[in-house]
């Protein structure tokens, strides 16, 4: 009977020795994937911002175009510049999977995904355009990480708030 007990109490001791090396990688692992998604979104909000400013910003040239655009940005005097807007959108948006929207995001230096929009309609021309902003729309996009950036500035005469979505495509 002696030699049972031994056994039983060996046997007690590796799986409480197994059972704490459990809750301690647990643990370990749980508080680094917390601080992983902090990170994670504190460089994408810091992104977003630099994108907003971007956009808001008065772009290099002054008077680019889709062929020299150095910097892209859509004001002048703080007010939306209709000819800029419609700039961006044509490089961004010829086809969103284009080459130009790329190269938008290369010039907006960014690795995320991005699409923007404002609270009244963009119009070309007289027509509101179809995908209903500029970018990548995200709704039909998969994601794993997405924020949203509001900025004031004025387009057409009228006050109006830039929304603008950030993801992470998960690639």
Do not use: C, H
Not at 63 to 79: A, L, S
Not at 84 to 99: C, F, G, I, R
Request: avoid cysteine.
């Amino acid at each position: 009977m002696e030699k049972k007990a031994q056994a039983w109490g060996f046997d007690l001791m590796i799986a409480l020795v197994i059972f704490i090396g459990g809750l301690v990688f647990f643990y370990t692992y749980s508080l680094n994937y917390q601080q992983e998604s902090q990170e994670k979104l504190d460089e994408m909000l810091f992104e977003g911002d630099f994108i907003a400013e971007s956009i808001l910003s008065e772009g290099f040239p002054d008077d680019w175009n889709e062929n020299n655009v150095v910097k892209v940005g859509i004001t002048n005097n703080n007010k939306v510049n209709e000819t800029k807007l419609e700039n961006l959108y044509n490089l961004a948006n010829a086809n969103a999977n284009s080459l130009g929207y790329a190269k938008t995001k290369s010039l907006l230096n960014t690795r995320y995904e991005f699409f923007f929009n404002f609270t009244d309609e963009i119009i070309f021309g007289g027509v509101p355009i179809l995908e209903g902003g500029i970018g990548k729309n995200y709704a039909a996009q998969s994601y794993d990480n997405l924020i949203k950036i509001n900025r004031f500035t004025i387009y057409r005469d009228e006050p109006v708030t830039l929304s603008l979505y950030v993801w992470d495509d998960g690639l």
